[in-house]
């Protein structure tokens, strides 16, 4: 399928090494915040989600960080396998419940 | 339990054109939201069906308008294409009060 990954940012990494995508958001009153994986010729799927109120939320292999100080948020993968790659996109809940999407990361890894 | 599914999955048409896109949301979820994604872009906000009436917009032209049936599933409809129409249009559906929404694989449209 066409991918979506034309022209993002590229993170490569080893199979088995942890990886780190990071996201800066816009607006300081947005309280809920989602990481989607976007593989190609897919829509986006749910990976983990963190509430402003947190300042990290753990999931099977994933954590997400969230700095309120710099609108700042970070994905971490452990042991990243193939099939983690795919692009990256955090986004942050405003109004009724719609989302903003950041331009999105993609992350390739060498087995 | 079904997913979100979209029909068709692509789609070719020519500027000047109308085109409809359709969205089954997931079993029991009332609330649709549309996004379009260009090309290397994340999704950007169209509108959103709460209950059959449009629930908020997003900063598109209002040849881009859409509905939602008592099965709470939901058309997008595009007037008058445009090149630059051409994109990923996905839908996710959610139930309030909660945040998570679930996205369909997409209807990829190309206007030439």
């Known amino acids: 399928g066409e991918s979506v990954g034309l022209h993002l940012p590229t993170l490569s990494v080893q199979e088995g090494d942890n990886s780190i995508i990071n996201c800066a958001y816009s607006?300081?009153?947005?309280?809920?915040f989602i990481w989607y994986k976007q593989e190609s010729g897919k829509g986006p799927q749910f990976i983990i989600d963190?509430?402003?109120?947190?300042d990290k939320r753990q999931g099977q292999r994933v954590t997400v960080l969230l700095n309120k100080t710099v609108k700042h948020l970070s994905l971490q993968i452990a042991a990243t396998q193939p099939g983690d790659s795919a692009v990256y996109f955090c986004a942050e809940k405003y109004g009724n419940n719609r989302l903003a999407f950041g331009k999105g990361n993609q992350v390739v890894v060498i087995p | 339990e079904t997913g979100v599914t979209q029909s068709p999955t692509h789609l070719i048409k020519t500027r000047g054109q109308q085109v409809t896109l359709r969205c089954s949301s997931q079993?029991?979820?009332?609330?649709v939201s549309w996004y379009q994604q260009a090309l290397g872009q994340g999704p950007q906000f169209i509108f959103q069906y709460y209950r059959e009436e449009e629930n908020g917009r997003g900063n598109f032209p209002p040849r881009f308008s859409g509905l939602q049936f008592p099965n709470y599933s939901s058309e997008l409809n595009v007037n008058a294409l445009e090149l630059d129409d051409s994109a990923l249009y996905l839908c996710?559906?959610?139930?309030?009060?909660?945040?998570?929404?679930?996205f369909g694989p997409g209807t990829r449209l190309t206007v030439l």
């Open positions: 996710a559906s959610s139930i309030p009060p909660g945040d998570e929404q679930f």
């Open positions: 963190i509430r402003s109120n947190m």
């Open positions: 607006n300081s009153a947005s309280d809920y």
């Open positions: 079993s029991g979820h009332n609330t």
